[in-house]
């Protein structure tokens, strides 16, 4: 993308965010997190949290936000610019007025959580999208009781939200699809990449896939195979590096020549042993692999196959280029 490009991009941003309200409930680590992503993006930001003696805190970890950001150069706007987008509200009611979407950043347990969607279900105007940051807490479990079932997702972050620039939506099969599209254009207003998350699983798929790799990690140490230094540095120095570039998958299709079909047909067998060895029988099917690479053919053509490998090693030699400079 060029300057210019990028430039108008950021202009259109921040105009769809004009003079609208993001509710943040919860100043805690993750709010202020949320806090900074939606004033950068252009959002009228106020916090709520029940202990107002909170606040000071939040304050100061905004600024030190704001100040690594900009010793970076990724501030695109004075510091104070953008810190003067928050306010802080010790009324809950003053918080929600008006706002579009009130995201969730309360400690992690369920009947704090359910009593706070409670109160915003009669507070909050039935326009506003009532999102929760948890980690694992289904959507459905948070809105029981509530009365506001229909409006109610989780958006889970990654953290921090304004530097790993996705998210998952989760809806319940009570939510209004209108109030799920709402969310999703909302946290892409902001520059995120909301991953529509179909069915209510605990932990969601950002940490599932998390999850198994720390799983076996720990096994890994525990069976005496390597130590806790050395899978930090092969997950860092290895599977980490290609990650940043692209994912699993397309890892997968990109590391056989023939794409994933191939590498499921040579690997599939191993890595069932490697399942079954801890006690999760889960091969791969001819149906599962089928669809996995008709999904993967559809966003790469094998007559494309050769350009993108060269397109991931240009992207990993720049990054090494930028390590050595």
Known sequence: MSSIEAHSADEEQNSAADGQ???????????????VLFALAGYQVRVWDAFSQTFRRAQDDFDARMSLMSDFGLLKEAAHVVR???SYHERLDDAVADAVLVQECIPEQLKLKQ?????LASLATGGTVLASSTSALTPTALGEGTGAQ???IVGHPGNPPYLLPVIEVVPTEFTSPIVTQHASEIYAQAG??????RREVEGFVFNRLQGALLREAYCLVRDGVASVEDIDDLVRLGLGRRWSV????????????????????????????????????DPWSKELVEDVTRQRRALLSLDDWAARVRWRDEQLLRALASENS
């Open 150 to 152: 229909d409006r109610i």
């Open 115 to 119: 009593a706070l969607f409670m109160q």
């Open 192 to 197: 995120l990449k909301p991953v529509l998350v």
């Open 21 to 35: 309200t993001i509710t943040i409930a919860g100043a805690g680590s993750i709010g202020v997190a949320f806090s």
């Open 246 to 281: 692209i994912g699993p998958f397309e890892t997968a299709d990109l590391n056989t020549r023939g794409g994933i079909a191939s590498h499921a047909e040579k690997m599939g067998p191993a890595y069932e042993r490697m399942g079954a060895e801890r006690g999760q029988h």
């Open 84 to 86: 003067d987008r928050v």
